[in-house]
């Protein structure tokens, strides 16, 4: 079992920034990828940024040049840099861990889900 706990959401202008983090503990040995993802009311959950235990990452479209993703392994902790936020990245944040993943933008490969962190950016 992995748990996941996302922290650093909160109300920013558009063009600000903002930094998430997730904390993960217990099984967090070999193989695990470790990936964000948003949903806004009424839409489907959507990728945004994964991190591969290799650590190659993936990114959405949407977020690309805009959004980091980045890991410090002494800490199991994953974190989402974001500038340049846009009114349209108001959303719930959730942290997903899994392992041997094939698709790191799938959100069905992944089998542990943090709570969410809510980001709001206003314009």
């Known amino acids: 079992q992995v748990q996941l706990v996302e922290s650093g959401g909160g109300s920013v202008q558009a063009g600000e920034s903002l930094r998430l983090s997730c904390a993960a503990s217990?099984?967090?040995?070999?193989?695990?990828?470790m990936g964000w993802f948003r949903q806004a009311p009424g839409k489907k959950r959507e990728a945004v940024a994964a991190m591969n235990s290799d650590g190659s990452t993936s990114y959405a479209d949407s977020v690309k040049g805009r959004f980091t993703v980045s890991k410090d392994n002494a800490k199991n902790t994953l974190y989402l840099q974001m500038n340049s936020l846009k009114p349209e990245d108001s959303a719930m944040y959730y942290c997903?861990?899994?392992?041997?993943?094939?698709?790191?933008?799938?959100?069905?490969?992944?089998?542990?889900w943090g709570q969410g962190t809510r980001v709001t950016v206003s314009s």
């Open positions: 217990g099984d967090t040995g070999s193989s695990l990828c």
């Open positions: 997903a861990a899994g392992r041997y993943i094939a698709t790191m933008l799938m959100d069905v490969e992944y089998n542990y």
